[in-house]
Nanobody, 121 residues
Framework: EVQLVESGGGLVQAGGSLRLSCAAS????????IGWFRQAPGKEREGVSC????????YYADSVKGRFTISSDNAKNTVYLQMNSLKPEDTAVYYC??????????????WGQGTQVTVSS
């Protein structure tokens, strides 16, 4: 059974930091790009960041470049998203995603259940 289990969300003040984790199981981790999408209330889901498990190449949305860092621990089949200098507009449900093909994690083959990130002003 394929699972992507997110953790690390929560409430933080603007300017603060959070680290999200995504633990993957049920598929060959090294064959996939793993990343994060987010969806704010009333908005479409958008790609945030993605990392290739095979070569470590990364993708970031312009809105998070310089503030978020994605990393992968292949030994633990886990991907992390370090989020610094958080802004209220970063408030959303963050979803972990796995993609067999896409370097920016599109198209998505598997989704996690999501974790809420709330940034207060």
């Amino acid at each position: 059974e394929v699972q992507l289990v997110e953790s690390g969300g929560g409430l933080v003040q603007a300017g603060g930091s959070l680290r999200l984790s995504c633990a993957a199981s049920g598929f060959t981790f090294d064959d996939y790009a793993i990343g994060w999408f987010r969806q704010a209330p009333g908005k479409e889901r958008e790609g945030v960041s993605c990392i290739s498990s095979s070569d470590g190449s990364t993708y970031y949305a312009d809105s998070v470049k310089g503030r978020f860092t994605i990393s992968s621990d292949n030994a633990k089949n886990t991907v992390y998203l370090q989020m610094n200098s958080l802004k209220p507009e970063d408030t959303a449900v963050y979803y972990c995603a796995a993609s067999k093909v896409g370097r920016s994690c599109v198209p998505v083959d598997y989704w996690g259940q999501g974790t809420q990130v709330t940034v207060s002003s």
